[in-house]
């Protein structure tokens, strides 16, 4: 595709932010302002319009819908053990199996950029972690269903015997940072206790605005514990019986709105801190705006009209295992909403700390990761056999990769070029919610 055929990509991106937080706004511009690979990471809807203009191959997975190879990483599954996968869904949509690939194969370019490779390097990080697909695939094709669908990454062979010293290491850090990361430590760093022993969410804005501090206008003009405890209520009940039971020990006590990422900055991004009996019984939800995801206009493909049970159902359909806190509801102006825990063992790969070899590990272990969310909800013979030669079969992902990341990079000057003559507003002047909102 020609620069001269593609829709104006700022543009695509402006008309998504019409949705979007107005006071938040800035904050992603100067986000995506930041590289490339931060760019094309926020430019998931640019990248869904260049897809839908060429031929795929019709083998329909549930796509992650932006799976470059940050949204990746480390969780808990509800028995309490590490996993390794996808952990983001806010774009997950049925589509070409393909289209996941590559956009992983083109943020592996970027990343490698980044960090200064050659092209030679490049190519090497981009192939091998396509041929890891291709080979993952074929492997699940030859597998009974069930014992495919709850295979589970073997992190310690990996990180011990499989991966190069640089990624081996690196992961030795952030998997014994992720055993750290919970509801309590979540608490520490956000909250602190007002005059009657309440916890409360440091107010910090714009990136943390507490709910009590939110104009009325906002919230429709309610009490903001009222606000939240009609969308609780929704929640609670998309919850099964034995997970609303867990909910029902606990009760709200802050919330905040919490900028978070690159590309969901503007969407409307909550935490909520609730408390139980017991001092250290504390759970903290996020609850993330789901709209429309940026493949829907190009797929004609049945989804659920809530888009939050669509993120939930897309999420527990591609990983191996899910937060058991995963849920969807509606707030009282009808957003759609889904929630998670915020943090529970959660951590990613830091792309800056690896070098050649050690992004080429990653690059293959996201390979494997995604190929094993496609084998669940696809058919993984007939992509298998789509596949064929996985050599030949990456070399075609590098080309593409290429292309896609060359348009990113042209896409990322343009944004510079916007800034730069005032007409794309960045973070630095007085942020504010507004009623508009």
């Given at each position: 595709?020609?620069?001269?055929?593609?829709?104006?990509?700022?543009?695509?991106?402006?008309?998504?932010?019409?949705?979007?937080?107005?006071?938040?706004?800035?904050?992603?511009?100067?986000?995506?302002?930041?590289?490339?690979?931060?760019?094309?990471?926020?430019?998931?809807?640019?990248?869904?319009?260049?897809?839908?203009?060429?031929?795929?191959?019709?083998?329909?997975?549930?796509?992650?819908?932006?799976?470059?190879?940050?949204?990746?990483?480390?969780?808990?599954?509800?028995?309490?053990?590490?996993?390794?996968?996808?952990?983001?869904?806010?774009?997950?949509?049925?589509?070409?199996?393909?289209?996941?690939?590559?956009?992983?194969?083109?943020?592996?370019?970027?990343?490698?950029?980044?960090?200064?490779?050659?092209?030679?390097?490049?190519?090497?990080?981009?192939?091998?972690?396509?041929?890891?697909?291709?080979?993952?695939?074929?492997?699940?094709?030859?597998?009974?269903?069930?014992?495919?669908?709850?295979?589970?990454?073997?992190?310690?062979?990996?990180?011990?015997?499989?991966?190069?010293?640089?990624?081996?290491?690196?992961?030795?850090?952030?998997?014994?940072?992720?055993?750290?990361?919970?509801?309590?430590?979540?608490?520490?760093?956000?909250?602190?206790?007002?005059?009657?022993?309440?916890?409360?969410?440091?107010?910090?804005?714009?990136?943390?605005?507490?709910?009590?501090?939110?104009?009325?206008?906002?919230?429709?003009?309610?009490?903001?514990?009222?606000?939240?405890?009609?969308?609780?209520?929704?929640?609670?009940?998309?919850?099964?019986?034995?997970?609303?039971?867990?909910?029902?020990?606990?009760?709200?006590?802050?919330?905040?709105?919490?900028?978070?990422?690159?590309?969901?900055v503007g969407t409307r991004c909550a935490v909520t801190v609730f408390v139980g009996d017991h001092p250290d019984d504390v759970l903290v939800l996020q609850g993330k705006q789901a709209v429309s995801s940026v493949l829907a206009p190009y797929l004609d493909e049945v989804v659920p009209e809530h888009q939050g049970k669509r993120v939930v159902?897309?999420?527990?359909?591609?990983?191996?295992?899910?937060?058991?806190?995963?849920?969807?509801?509606?707030?009282?102006?009808?957003?759609?909403?889904?929630?998670?825990?915020?943090?529970?063992?959660?951590?990613?790969?830091?792309?800056?700390?690896?070098?050649?070899?050690?992004?080429?590990?990653?690059?293959?272990?996201?390979?494997?990761?995604?190929?094993?969310?496609?084998?669940?909800?696809?058919?993984?013979?007939?992509?298998?056999?789509?596949?064929?030669?996985?050599?030949?079969?990456?070399?075609?992902?590098?080309?593409?990769?290429?292309?896609?990341?060359?348009?990113?990079?042209?896409?990322?000057?343009?944004?510079?070029?916007?800034?730069?003559?005032?007409?794309?507003?960045?973070?630095?002047?007085?942020?504010?919610?507004?009623?508009?909102?």
């Open positions: 595709m020609t620069n001269s055929q593609r829709p104006d990509s700022l543009a695509l991106l402006l008309d998504q932010e019409r949705q979007r937080l107005p006071w938040l706004v800035p904050i992603r511009h100067s986000r995506m302002a930041e590289s490339p690979f931060a760019f094309f990471r926020g430019a998931a809807a640019v990248m869904a319009s260049d897809l839908s203009r060429q031929p795929h191959s019709g083998l329909m997975v549930q796509l992650c819908g932006d799976a470059h190879l940050l949204n990746f990483g480390f969780y808990a599954s509800p028995e309490r053990q590490l996993l390794f996968d996808i952990n983001d869904f806010d774009e997950t949509h049925p589509g070409p199996f393909e289209w996941d690939l590559i956009r992983l194969a083109t943020s592996l370019v970027l990343a490698a950029r980044s960090l200064g490779l050659r092209e030679s390097q490049q190519n090497k990080i981009c192939r091998r972690g396509m041929k890891a697909y291709a080979e993952a695939m074929a492997h699940f094709a030859a597998l009974p269903f069930l014992q495919m669908w709850s295979l589970k990454l073997p992190l310690t062979v990996l990180i011990k015997e499989k991966a190069g010293a640089n990624f081996r290491r690196h992961l030795e850090q952030v998997t014994a940072a992720a055993l750290h990361r919970n509801n309590r430590q979540a608490v520490r760093k956000l909250c602190e206790s007002d005059q009657n022993g309440c916890l409360r969410f440091r107010h910090e804005p714009p990136l943390i605005w507490r709910f009590d501090q939110l104009p009325p206008e906002w919230i429709s003009d309610m009490n903001w514990t009222d606000w939240l405890d009609q969308i609780k209520v929704h929640y609670m009940n998309n919850l099964p019986a034995a997970q609303r039971h867990v909910m029902a020990q606990f009760k709200v006590s802050d919330a905040a709105l919490k900028a978070v990422g690159v590309g969901s159902q897309g999420q527990r359909l591609m990983q191996t295992a899910s937060d058991p806190f995963l849920g969807w509801g509606t707030n009282p102006l009808g957003n759609h909403i889904y929630f998670r825990q915020f943090r529970d063992w959660k951590a990613s790969v830091d792309v800056s700390q690896l070098d050649a070899d050690g992004l080429k590990d990653y690059g293959k272990l996201c390979g494997w990761t995604l190929a094993k969310a496609h084998a669940r909800s696809g058919d993984r013979r007939a992509i298998a056999s789509q596949i064929k030669d996985p050599k030949l079969f990456a070399q075609a992902l590098w080309d593409q990769a290429q292309a896609h990341a060359a348009l990113a990079e042209a896409d990322y000057r343009l944004l510079l070029e916007g800034i730069a003559a005032g007409r794309i507003a960045t973070a630095g002047a007085k942020l504010e919610p507004t009623p508009s909102a």
